[in-house]
């Protein structure tokens, strides 16, 4: 760590030639508040459209001579910004991305194109019932915390931001104690550490939690809403639950993380899947039905997701309510040792590509403080037991699902009977 609080996180890979570098700070979406919901993300655009010394073609340019990839996102905990690239450019990469997040000037010029931009990128998340069902199931889980709000904000905030918003937002959350400047892939560890330490000594310090402070999780609500969308034919479900944040009673969270993310591959991820093998294989009821986890620094969720016909939609739901109260009675071994083994092979995979394992590292560096080796994080996998896969699906049997449903005759009334039908 810097004296200023920014964190440095180099991941060696000597057994591949290429590198990712990326600056990740701890501010996302759930840092706004609704009069500036969507700040956060036009700012991240905004990141690319000019420095002190370079203008958005030469940002885009100097990237692509060296054949890098260059990116960015925004989350609802992290922004990240991101190159990758041959392990030999590691340290242009480095200064090229330092530019970004640190000398940016959000001209004038081109803040009025891009948020035109983010507007049409906007109205199209909002049109499409995909999209909406996600968005929707936040605000089902969270209600209306920040952490309920879209990531890419509402059109009239987008339509009304100024340069000094964005200063603003960049004084307040861009600062050391957030930071985090990590490599991954063949880089040379000291020189990393050496010329990262010159790039950002200079960033602002700032108060409040830093980027390895712990953070609260967000209250649960789990309400049911609905959203009609007359131009479709098929409805979008979206079902979540909140996962512990922290520890069950002796189980660390990290161990607790790891057996929702079997029990989550275990339900529904893949075709052998008892919820994709019932609703699809056997019933017919979807095409489209699989169960995944999504989580952040302080929070984490079980989600199953289907798509289905309104006259399939309730047989849907109601399957999908009694296949979630057979796993939490008893776990087939069959079944576990399939999960366990597709996540282990998911991981090792992950752990084979730079940028995956970058993200991964940055990830665990947020949430718990440190990080696990691949080796560490397969032994975990592989040390999950059926008891503890059991009382994952028993402690979501416990509360009221969150519920989300789009597309053609969506309506809150329905998504509350649907949640109802989910409790059996």
């Known amino acids: 760590m810097l004296p200023n609080g920014v964190r440095l996180l180099a991941v060696p890979m000597p057994h591949v030639r290429s590198a990712s570098v990326g600056v990740f700070v701890r501010v996302g979406s759930r840092d706004e508040d609704a009069a500036n919901n969507g700040i956060g993300h036009v700012l991240e655009h905004m990141a690319f459209k000019g420095t002190r010394t370079r203008s958005v073609q030469a940002i885009n340019l100097d990237a692509e001579r060296l054949g890098a990839e260059v990116n960015a996102f925004t989350g609802k905990d992290t922004t990240g910004y991101f190159m990758t690239g041959l392990g030999r450019h590691v340290p242009r990469m480095l200064e090229m991305t330092a530019d970004i997040v640190l000398n940016s000037t959000f001209p004038e010029a081109e803040l009025s194109r891009e948020l035109e931009v983010i507007r049409q990128e906007a ?11 996600g968005e929707l199931l936040d605000r089902a889980i969270w209600g209306g915390h920040p952490m309920g709000m879209p990531v890419i904000g509402t059109v009239e905030n987008i339509e009304r931001f ?43 310090r700032g108060q409040g939690p830093g980027s390895h402070d712990p953070v609260a999780p967000p209250p649960y609500v789990g309400s049911a809403l609905g959203r009609r969308f007359s131009q479709v034919s098929q409805v979008f479900l979206q079902i979540g639950y909140p996962l512990a944040p922290q520890r069950v009673e002796d189980l660390p969270q990290q161990r607790w993380r790891t057996a929702a993310s079997v029990a989550a591959i275990l339900f ?16 017919g009821l979807a095409y489209t039905a699989e169960a995944s986890t999504d989580s952040g620094d302080a929070w984490s969720n079980f989600i199953v997701h289907a798509v289905t016909t309104p006259d399939k939609l309730e047989p849907l739901v109601q399957a999908t309510g009694r296949l979630l109260r057979e796993q939490a009675g008893a776990i087939d071994p069959v079944h576990l040792e399939r999960a366990r083994n597709q996540l282990i092979v998911s991981r090792v995979r992950a752990a084979e590509r730079s940028y995956a394992t970058l993200e991964r590292a940055v990830e665990e560096l947020f949430a718990r403080g440190t990080v696990s080796t691949t080796g560490e994080r ?33 309506t809150d009334r329905l998504a509350r009977r649907l949640a109802g039908a989910l409790l059996g």
């Open 162 to 204: 100024s340069r000094d918003d964005l200063l603003a937002h960049v004084r307040s959350h861009y600062l050391a104690g957030h930071t985090v400047v990590a490599a991954a892939g063949r880089v040379d560890v000291a020189a990393f550490f050496e010329r990262a330490a010159r790039l950002f000594e200079d960033m602002p």
């Open 378 to 410: 397969v032994a975990m996998v592989e040390a999950v037991t059926g008891d503890e896969v059991r009382e994952v699906f028993e402690r979501m049997g416990r509360l009221q699902p969150a519920l989300a449903i789009t597309g053609k005759g969506a």
């Open 123 to 133: 109205i199209e998340y909002d049109e499409d019932p995909s999209d909406s069902a």
């Open 268 to 283: 529904g991820g893949g075709m052998s899947a008892p919820l994709t093998d019932t609703v699809r294989e056997r019933l």
